[in-house]
């Protein structure tokens, strides 16, 4: 049993933040990627984590069961994730998928008390992209505003997951459903973009502030994900965190919380489990 329920907590500003919980045992916060909400993107990983944890599905606001606001700047969602911690009143994991796990580690070089260790699947810092990676990434946020604006949501989401998917993980997370449920966070995702790039929030952490982590830090890669730029994120945070390690999940891509749950849910529960252990 999943032992399912909600949990919520109004921020500073005055937005909620919801999530769905599931499980019993020690907390875990999960923080979705920019396309999904907590539901959509972590759902194949609880039938591997709610026997040993409880875990948390927020979303961004705006979504899912959070309430909507016109500030979504970088750091303002990072305060919505800390406030969602810190509600939870004990030691807390945070784990982070691609945009999610940019936010975690924006938790964490805030020097949160209340996250006891963080996992982070694969974040994406474009200062890493070459030229050419750049040069696509513009191309493709062109061409999803021109398919937001023709009403074709669906496309625009095929769109902007080929950029980090393979071939095979889109026609999997397709088959699921998964594109067309998240098809409708696409304008906001755009606004996302804009306004993270616009604050910093998309550019890595320097390694002064990777350097002023004092929390465990667990960078994780798909063996299969070939984009350099998201290997070359993953790389940077664990080489300058002082309690970073990298570890490659065998078999999967970028699309892993979504197409290898149970190989990403074991690589989370050993690493959870070991850091709520005494040093």
Not at 13 to 23: A, C, F, K, P, S
Not at 134 to 156: F, P, S, Y
Not at 164 to 169: D, Q, R, T, Y
Not at 244 to 255: M, S, T, V
């Amino acid at each position: 049993m999943s032992n399912q329920r909600i949990h919520h907590v109004t921020t500073t500003d005055g937005v909620t933040i919801g999530g769905t919980v599931h499980g019993q045992g020690p907390p875990l916060v999960f923080v979705h990627a920019i396309l999904a909400d907590g539901d959509l993107d972590w759902q194949g990983l609880l039938p591997h984590m709610t026997g040993r944890f409880t875990c948390h599905l927020p979303s961004y606001r705006g979504r899912g069961l959070s309430g909507d606001h016109p500030d979504i700047s970088f750091d303002r969602m990072v305060e919505d994730v800390i406030a969602y911690v810190d509600s939870i009143e004990e030691p807390t994991g945070l784990a982070g998928f691609s945009e999610g796990a940019i936010l975690a580690l924006g938790v964490v070089a805030a020097q949160s008390d209340a996250v006891s260790a963080v996992a982070a699947f694969e974040p994406g810092f474009p200062d890493f992209a070459d030229e050419q990676e750049q040069a696509e990434m513009g191309q493709i946020l062109g061409h999803i505003g021109e398919l937001v604006a023709q009403g074709d949501l669906t496309a625009a989401a095929r769109t902007l997951l080929g950029f980090a998917f393979s071939e095979e993980e889109v026609a999997v997370v397709e088959d699921t459903g998964y594109l067309q449920a998240a098809a409708r966070n696409l304008p906001n995702v755009l606004d996302l973009f804009q306004r993270w790039t616009e604050t910093g929030g998309l550019t890595a952490p320097d390694p002064e502030v990777l350097g002023a982590i004092s929390t465990p830090v667990l960078m994780l890669l798909g063996a299969e994900t070939s984009t350099p730029f998201l290997r070359e994120s993953a790389r940077h945070v664990a080489d300058h965190a002082p309690n970073g390690q990298l570890r490659e999940i065998p078999g999967a891509g970028h699309a892993a919380p979504l197409t290898q749950p149970e190989a990403l849910a074991r690589e989370l529960t050993a690493f959870f489990a070991s850091a709520r252990q005494p040093s």
